[in-house]
């Protein structure tokens, strides 16, 4: 837990402090790293940057309306999406807008209730890992991150149509992939 010493010490630029904050901050952006980026790299790139953030925005730690780890996680989340909107595949993204059919509405809805309990959390994050990055980038904030379609249209700039469209790739994909595991769980094969 983060204490008013620690957070008056990271405003003076007190390596302790700031050593005990970064250690209480690497989890949550670690595990926030991990869903949106590709490989190792980008996971570090998401946990400093977010946590250069969080340090230069310390004082809003006192005023808080939300826990301490839910505001780290919003800095992680908010940090990915930023660096996500710096990439080649964010740009895919946007092309991939203004191909799409302007009266698209997805045919058939995968429900949660499809995705058998028999498959893992680990089975279920390494196979979202594996989807396209405009695509997990979108799963991530909508199932995960509870994020609702216009909010992530606003934040990545898109129509909301476009983030339904990849919201209905991923579980499309996920449900596909996901059959063949809980079949091999159910059968201990």
Request: charge should be positive; aromatic fraction near 8%.
């Amino acid at each position: 837990m983060i204490n008013e010493e620690v957070i008056q010490g990271c405003k003076r630029a007190d390596r302790k402090s700031q050593r005990v904050f970064y250690e209480f901050c690497y989890p949550i952006l670690a595990r926030v790293g991990y869903r949106y980026a590709k490989n190792g790299d980008e996971i570090q790139e998401i946990i400093n940057e977010a946590f250069m953030r969080l340090i230069k925005k310390i004082e809003r730690f006192e005023d808080l309306n939300i826990s301490h780890e839910a505001y780290i996680w919003r800095a992680g989340v908010n940090t990915a999406i930023d660096l996500f909107r710096k990439t080649k595949n964010y740009k895919k993204l946007i092309r991939v807008e203004s191909s799409m059919p302007a009266d698209w509405t997805p045919m058939e809805a995968v429900t949660n209730d499809e995705l058998d309990s028999k498959a893992s959390a680990r089975e279920i994050l390494k196979l979202m890992s594996t989807l396209p990055e405009p695509t997990k980038t979108i799963l991530n904030l909508f199932a995960i991150d509870g994020y609702a379609h216009k909010e992530i249209s606003k934040m990545l700039g898109i129509k909301e149509t476009l983030s339904r469209w990849h919201l209905h790739k991923a579980r499309k994909i996920m449900k596909e992939k996901l059959s063949p595991i809980v079949i091999k769980t159910a059968y201990g094969e």
